[in-house]
């Protein structure tokens, strides 16, 4: 089984910044995207940002120019380093791995999620 830890979240000023980080732990043989996806209070969730393997980042466009992803693929954690954060920055980070992995020797694609991490932006 994978497992992904959240970490970075909280109370920031607006205009502020956070560092998010996700970890994913398991038997992991390749990563091939990570992503942070949030969601607002009666809101939909939304992608904010992806990085592949290659190192292809993608962000919305709602984040473009403040938000950075990044990665450490020694040991399979990523970063969302969020600056200039405004009210509607806030929300449920979520961070999301589709990876392969080992299953009683078997390779095995698979899509995982990490619990959620609130940001609050404070006026």
């Known amino acids: 089984q994978v497992k992904l830890v959240e970490s970075g979240g909280g109370l920031v000023q607006l205009g502020g910044s956070l560092r998010l980080a996700c970890t994913a732990y398991?038997?992991?043989?390749?990563?091939?995207?990570m992503n942070w996806y949030r969601q607002a209070q009666g809101e939909e969730r939304e992608l904010v940002a992806r990085?592949?393997?290659?190192?292809?980042?993608h962000y919305a466009d709602s984040v473009k120019g403040r938000f950075t992803i990044s990665k450490d693929g020694y040991d399979n954690t990523w970063y969302l380093q969020m600056n200039s954060l405004k009210s509607a920055d806030a929300g449920v980070y979520r961070c999301?791995?589709?990876?392969?992995?080992?299953?009683?020797?078997?390779?095995?694609?698979?899509?995982?999620w990490g619990q959620g991490i609130r940001v609050t932006v404070s006026a």
């Open positions: 990085i592949t393997s290659e190192g292809t980042r």
């Open positions: 999301n791995v589709d990876l392969v992995r080992i299953d009683h020797t078997i390779p095995m694609s698979g899509d995982f």
């Open positions: 398991g038997n992991i043989v390749r990563v091939n995207t």
